[in-house]
Nanobody, 122 residues
Framework: QVQLVESGGGLVQAGDSLRLSCSAS????????AGWFRQAPGQEREFVAA???????KSADSVKGRFTISRENAKNTVYLQMSSLKPEDTAVYYC????????????????WGQGTQVTVSS
């Protein structure tokens, strides 16, 4: 069982940076892949970025070059560094985890956090 808690969301202006954190319970978190997804009002949840157990990453085209996912297994934490934020990045951001392999498909993930709101004003 893995419990995930996101933090770091907030209200920022376009062009600003923000770092989200996802803290996980459990001593075996290093064996889990993790992903970040987001959901804007009235829209479906969409993939943002994912990281494998050994640090291989992938990200959505809409955030490539602006968002970076990383992990610090010693702290059971996954990060999402967001820069050059745009109003269209406004959404609730969710952290997710699944054993071993990373995925860009939300339904592949077993564990989810409660989400953190990111609002980018123009």
């Amino acid at each position: 069982q893995v419990q995930l808690v996101e933090s770091g969301g907030g209200l920022v202006q376009a062009g600003d940076s923000l770092r989200l954190s996802c803290s996980a319970s459990g001593r075996t978190f290093s064996t889990y892949a993790a992903g970040w997804f987001r959901q804007a009002p009235g829209q479906e949840r969409e993939f943002v970025a994912a990281i494998s157990t050994y640090g291989s990453t992938k990200s959505a085209d809409s955030v490539k070059g602006r968002f970076t996912i990383s992990r610090e297994n010693a702290k059971n934490t996954v990060y999402l560094q967001m820069s050059s934020l745009k109003p269209e990045d406004t959404a609730v951001y969710y952290c997710a985890a699944r054993p071993r392999l990373s995925s860009s498909i939300a339904q592949d993930y077993n564990y989810w956090g409660q989400g953190t709101q990111v609002t980018v004003s123009s």
